[in-house]
């Protein structure tokens, strides 16, 4: 990605060679860290910077690459909000995660006011929409630096210039063909870990703002991820998670508009893709969201069923069991068809275990079509069901539709939903008693510090006791009772 640009004068050098888009971080962020030692040398104290992360594992993924690049430039990694740093990773799939992004940002105003050097930094899903970086020109002025999904690479380069502007940077592309991997980042936990696959989405889904903040679908090149993959399997990791709007369509764009990519080990689709991974050694379980159902081709099918490596936990997006409001919605496929997928997926895999998503209450939604959502509630029975209230979301055609539901009768939709889920799931925990679930341990159990937690392929918490080394190990533990939320299990050493 090589490229000639002109660009601020940077304390008397400017950069007008041939670099490449990573170069040219690296430049900032050495510009930045120069920057933070005079800091901390007057102040007689090192600078803390905190991420703050809002919705998916997108956007998990994206604060590991923030913070890396926050680490690289010299800022100490904390969590509070009374950092030196403050970044907000944003989220706008519903309006409740634009309101709480608000809402801290009010409260920052007096934090700010204390520590006068402070910056505030936004970026993220929300970001994108216009209307929003309006509103914070016009009334939240204490934000230092916004930017948007696009340019998150470009994150030092934004410090910097708010360093030498002194004055607000907003930076957003409205969409790209960029992909600019290889900058530092700092994942979160040494043994699971998610890795990027593609980018974007094309289905616009009527109800969903995600194809207008993250832009077209564009695949990250086999080689690459392959690569990636390699490299954090030599590091000691256990489990991937391959992220993407829509992973079953990789590489499609790229296929139909004719742009060349490389196979790499046989690898030109998403079957071929979990293929060639499922062969890494070092990895044990490879884990991947969010499929779209009517991309959920036979090839994949057959991948699944045939790597060991990948969980038999599949996510499979639901959103309404009505065809009339799936077909409203744009989904692309009917009740039917979708049930038709799950009975082939299960003929086909064994031990195959489904979470889905599920809107209540989307414009024109009856209660006879509610009705058909908790059918097929019951005739999958999912493992995990992350069920979400309508949200009016603006720029998006279901915003613009006369009849929406009233606020009351989707909560009491989602309320008899949640009700049917939780007592499917009380009845899946039972099932799961008296058997041995391969776990890995992912750390100490947030509520009891004598107990470790991990999870079951089908991504059940199981909480065991256990010394810390275990942190990171795959184990075999047998269940022996079941809780709403978690199970307990036991290692054959008990
Ligand atoms: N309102 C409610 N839920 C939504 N989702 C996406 N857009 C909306 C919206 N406008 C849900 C979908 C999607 C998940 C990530 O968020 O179920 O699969
Ligand atoms: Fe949104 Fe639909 Fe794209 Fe998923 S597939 S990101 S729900 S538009």
Redesign the pocket.
């Known amino acids: 990605m090589a490229m000639v640009r002109q660009d601020h004068n940077m304390g008397g050098t400017m950069l007008t060679e041939h670099i490449s888009e990573v170069e040219r971080q690296y430049y900032y962020m050495e510009q930045c860290h120069s920057w933070i030692k005079t800091q901390e040398e007057k102040l007689g104290r090192p600078l803390t910077a905190s991420v703050i992360t809002f919705g998916c594992q997108m956007n998990a993924r994206d604060s590991e690459k923030l913070t890396g690049i926050l680490e690289k430039i010299g800022y100490t990694i904390i969590e509070s909000e009374k950092a030196d740093f403050v970044i907000y990773n944003t989220c706008t799939v519903r309006e409740n995660a634009n309101l709480r992004v608000y809402g801290r940002l009010g409260q920052m105003k007096h934090i700010k006011k204390n520590n006068p050097g402070m910056m505030i930094a936004l970026c993220g899903c929300m970001m994108q929409e216009p209307e929003v970086v309006e509103k914070l020109k016009k009334s939240y002025r204490h934000v230092d630096v916004i930017f948007g999904t696009h340019n998150i690479f470009k994150f030092a380069e934004l410090i910097y210039r708010r360093i030498t502007e002194g004055q607000m940077i907003i930076d957003i592309w409205k969409d790209t063909d960029q992909i600019v991997e290889d900058l530092p980042n700092d994942r979160k936990y040494p043994f699971k870990t998610g890795i990027n696959i593609m980018f974007g989405?094309?289905?616009?889904?009527s109800?969903?703002?995600?194809?207008y903040v993250?832009g077209r679908e564009r695949s990250r090149s086999p080689k690459d991820i392959i690569e990636e993959v390699k490299e954090l399997s030599e590091k000691g990791y256990k489990e991937i998670t391959l992220l993407g709007?829509?992973v079953n369509s990789y590489l499609r764009t790229e296929k139909e508009k004719n742009i060349s990519f490389e196979e790499y080990e046989g690898v030109n689709s998403f079957a071929t893709l979990l293929r060639a991974i499922n062969k890494i050694e070092g990895i044990e379980r490879i884990r991947f969201v969010?499929p779209?159902p009517k991309d959920f081709t036979d090839d994949v099918i057959e991948a699944i069923r045939d790597c060991e490596k990948v969980c038999k936990l599949i996510h499979l997006?639901l959103?309404s069991g009505s065809t009339q409001v799936l077909k409203v919605m744009n989904?692309k496929y009917t009740k039917e068809q979708y049930l038709n997928l799950v009975e082939k997926m299960k003929k086909n895999i064994p031990n195959l275990t489904l979470s889905t998503d599920i809107i209540v209450g989307f414009p024109g939604e009856t209660e006879e079509d509610f009705e058909d959502t908790l059918d097929v509630v019951k005739k999958v029975k999912f493992e995990q069901v992350f069920m979400f209230i309508y949200s009016r979301r603006v720029g998006t055609p279901g915003d613009k539709m006369e009849n929406q539901v009233p606020e009351e009768i989707k909560h009491k939709r989602f309320d008899r939903l949640k009700a049917l889920v939780e007592s499917q799931i009380a009845e899946r925990n039972k099932e799961y008693v008296g058997t041995i679930q391969k776990i890995l341990i992912e750390g100490k159990s947030k509520n009891n510090d004598e107990m470790l937690t991990g999870r079951t392929d089908s991504n059940k918490v199981v909480i065991i006791q256990g010394n810390d080394d275990l942190i990171g190990k795959v184990l075999s533990v047998e269940i022996v009772s079941e809780h709403m939320w978690y199970l307990k299990g036991k290692t054959e050493k008990e």
């Open positions: 989405c094309n289905n616009f889904c109800y969903c703002i995600v194809p993250r709007q829509n969010s779209h997006p959103q989904r």
